[in-house]
Every structure is written in C-alpha cells, then in structure tokens.
C-alpha cells in the first residue's frame, strides 16, 4: 500500500543532541513538506521540497535542517539550536505542490522529547 | 497577516447529535479550502472546496465554501464515538501556501 512512513515514533533526547526524524513515501510525490504541531497552534510549515535537491525554508525553520537527496525521502534534523524542539512532528508529500489547490498525505507523526 | 481562525476551538455532544465546525480565513490569492480529520496520529483528506456553494458530501459529512463570506462549514449529522477527532481547516494560496487553523476537537459521548 502505497503511504507516508515517519521513524521513530517517540523520540527522547538530551539538550543540546541533534536527532534526525526519518520520513519516506512510496506515492510517487513530488512534493514533500514538515510540519510541527504543538497543543493550541495550527500546524506550522518548517520546510518544504518540490524536487529532489531543492527545499525551502517555512515559517519555522530556525533550528532545522532538511536535505532531499531521493524523490522518496525527507529527512529533517532537529539541531540543538532549535530552542523549543519538544513537539509533534509530521512529515507530508502532495503530487504536485505548484498548482495551489495541493491535497497533503500526512504520515503518522514523530513525537519528540527533549529531557 | 494570512490567518485561518476555526471555531470552536473544542465540542462535546451525545451521540446523533448534529454539529457544524466553522471555518474563516483571511488571506491573499486564495485557492482552495481542505478539512482533514486527526484522529491520534496522520491527519486524513476530507474534503477540498474551491468554488462556493456547491456542498460536497461524505456519508454524514458535508462542507460548503461562502468566498465572499470567507468561511467554510463542515457539518456532522447523527454523530458517532468515532467521529471524536481533531478537525483541521487549512487554505492554500498561491503555489505552495498552505495555512492549517488550529483545529477544533470534537468529542462525542456515548
């Protein structure tokens, strides 16, 4: 079945550690994107790519790092700049980002904890 | 300042009761409105409106889109348990703009 993979699941961390959320789609999207979620706020953009090798910054990004090497992955690295990392973290693709009326599938969601 | 403003921000009711999520947004070059319902984890595709007053349907889900307005509805006839969720408005601008609301979460008691 063709999906959206994010690992790990839960995710515990130590101040000032970088740690990588996996994220992996098999739907043949061009497009993928990363968004936090925190209890009372929308989700917020952190980054987007429309192709392999090319990605942008979203409202967010301070703190992150993303790399698009393959059409299927998306890595995002939570760097321990990131002064707040302690969220819900979802990775997403759509088919094509460029004609605005774009339908996300979402994965399962990477929650992580920094102690 | 584009902004998506969903109301309530939280709804209790008894099973087969009927409710309505609203949704207003104000942004620039609009495009489209989705609904996505998250349950525990992924957020799932409701629905996409783009033009207004043409209602789209879903069993007993339905949603309509009023562009002068700026609001969407979705409304949900004879709830169920399992239609507790956290429903998600957002709205696409131009070619790669997509604004989430900050949900509403629904509770439905047996």
């Known amino acids: 079945d063709g999906g959206i993979t994010q690992s790990p699941k839960y995710l515990f961390r130590k101040e000032g550690q970088n740690v990588t959320l996996s994220c992996e789609q098999n739907?043949?999207?061009?497009?993928m994107y990363w968004y936090r979620q925190d209890p009372g706020q929308g989700l917020r953009l952190i980054y987007y790519?429309?192709?392999?090798?090319?990605?942008q910054k979203g409202d967010i990004a301070e703190g992150y790092s993303v790399s698009r090497e393959k059409k299927e992955s998306f890595p995002l690295t939570v760097t321990s700049a990131q002064k707040n990392p302690t969220a819900f973290y979802l990775c997403?693709?759509?088919?094509?980002?460029?004609?605005?009326?774009?339908?996300?599938?979402f994965g399962a969601g990477s929650r992580l904890t920094v102690l | 300042e584009d902004k998506v403003v969903q109301s309530p921000l939280s709804l209790v009711v008894h099973e087969g009761d009927t409710v309505t999520l609203n949704c207003s947004y104000e942004?620039?070059?609009?495009?489209?409105l989705l609904w996505y319902k998250q349950e525990k984890k992924a957020p799932t595709f409701l629905f996409m409106l783009?033009?207004?007053?043409i209602e789209k349907k879903s069993g007993r889900l339905s949603s309509i889109l009023d562009k002068k307005e700026l609001f969407s509805i979705l409304n949900i006839t004879a709830t169920q348990t399992g239609d507790s969720a956290v429903y998600l408005c957002?709205?696409?601008?131009?070619?790669?703009?997509?604004?989430f609301g900050t949900g509403t979460r629904l509770t439905v008691i047996p």
């Open positions: 942004v620039t070059n609009f495009r489209s």
């Open positions: 783009t033009s207004s007053g």
């Open positions: 957002a709205v696409t601008t131009g070619a790669n703009n997509l604004f």
């Open positions: 790519s429309q192709i392999v090798n090319d990605f």
């Open positions: 739907l043949n999207h061009d497009a």
């Open positions: 997403a693709s759509s088919r094509d980002s460029s004609s605005g009326a774009n339908v996300l599938t």
